[in-house]
């Protein structure tokens, strides 16, 4: 089995900042790229911030700028920097990762979801 499990989520003030984190965990032999997406009331999932293995990043415009991923490969645990909140940040941040699982000898591609870590921000 393979999980992601968020943390670092938490009710701020606007111009604050936050830094989220996800771990992998479980049969992994590789991740290739990893990133964040959010979902706010009402709205679809919208794509925040992704990373490739290579260390190649892409974010939204909304959150150019203020926003930084990062990887830590010996931890399998990807992190996402947010600086200088607003309101419309507000949202559940769920983790991505796609990666290979080793299971019993063999290698499976999967995509992987963690449960979601809510971020408030207060105006």
């Known amino acids: 089995q393979v999980q992601l499990v968020e943390s670092g989520g938490g009710l701020v003030q606007r111009g604050g900042s936050l830094r989220l984190s996800c771990a992998a965990s479980g049969d992994i032999f590789s991740i290739n790229a990893m990133g964040w997406y959010r979902q706010a009331p009402g709205k679809q999932r919208e794509l925040v911030a992704g990373i490739t293995s290579g260390g190649s990043t892409n974010y939204a415009d909304s959150v150019k700028g203020r926003f930084t991923i990062s990887r830590e490969d010996a931890k399998n645990t990807v992190y996402l920097q947010m600086n200088n909140l607003k309101p419309e940040d507000t949202a559940v941040y769920y983790c991505?990762?796609?990666?290979?699982?080793?299971?019993?000898?063999?290698?499976?591609?999967?995509?992987?979801w963690g449960k979601g870590t809510l971020v408030t921000v207060s105006s």
């Open positions: 991505n990762a796609d990666l290979v699982a080793a299971m019993n000898g063999d290698y499976y591609g999967m995509d992987v």
